[in-house]
């Protein structure tokens, strides 16, 4: 099973972060761009995961 790919740009508190989005044969998931968080959080001086809970 092959889903569709795309990468769309989501506005947040913290500035746009890429958002990584397959879908296909029902099936539709999202994640979060790794490197857009850990750029987040060093700014912030916070974890990865209290961006996560803040987005």
Do not use: C
């Not at 958002?19 to 490197?35: A, I």
Request: charged letters at 40%; proline letters at 0%; hydrophobic letters at 35%.
């Amino acid at each position: 099973m092959i889903l569709n790919r795309k990468i769309e740009k989501v506005s947040t508190q913290y500035g746009d972060i890429d958002v990584k989005k397959t879908y296909g044969y029902g099936v539709e998931k999202s994640k979060l761009e790794f490197e857009d968080l850990k750029k987040i959080a060093i700014e912030n001086n916070i974890s990865i995961r209290e961006v996560k809970e803040n987005i």
